[in-house]
């Protein structure tokens, strides 16, 4: 089966070439003003764009495919949009956290680290524990934002829609990263010769 990417989607995949795969970037605090949607462009060097800066162009791709998935009207959307790009902020930021919350976890598990300390272990997974317990509760209520601002087919419509752009952002990830290595593995054999 072959995916049709919109327009707004292979300008990611574009974008996403330029970049190294995500895997291999440390979650970075959002830079000021981040969050406040796609305005950000590509670094002032023209380098790769970073992880977060893709993760916002997909939020905001999300956010204009969303009036025609749902079938909003013009009086739903501009409720919508606020309520759904606070439900997307409060998932990046629970994600952030949780990233740096794993990043330390693997530090002190590290089996190299022989000065591993296992109350900073212990307090660490409490922490990861308490962090997935207010994530989960902050989305609940930013889908129940989101929800009051649709009717009942709506909502079920949102659930489908949300999960059609996962799979469509993580085939585009996908993507991105089998061509960085193909790249690597082509100036690799350039270098060679």
Known sequence: MKVRLPGAATCL?????????????????????????????????????????????????????????????????????????LLQESRRKHQQARNQIMSDLRRLTNPQNVNSDEAQISERLKILREEDERGAADLRKSYEGVDETLDLRQQARFRVFEERMEQQKLELLMRARQNTRAAARGRGRGSLQ
């Not at 462009?41 to 495919?65: K, N």
């Not at 009207?73 to 606020?82: L, M």
């Open 13 to 85: 995949v574009a974008a996403m070439l330029a970049a190294p795969p995500v895997s291999a970037q440390p979650p970075q605090p959002p830079p000021p003003g981040a969050g406040q949607g796609p305005a950000q462009g590509p670094p002032p060097d023209g380098g790769p764009l970073s992880a977060g800066q893709i993760q916002r162009w997909f939020e905001a791709y999300t956010v204009l495919e969303a009036q025609d998935a749902l079938k909003l009207s013009e009086a739903q959307y501009g409720r919508f949009v606020t309520r759904l790009k």
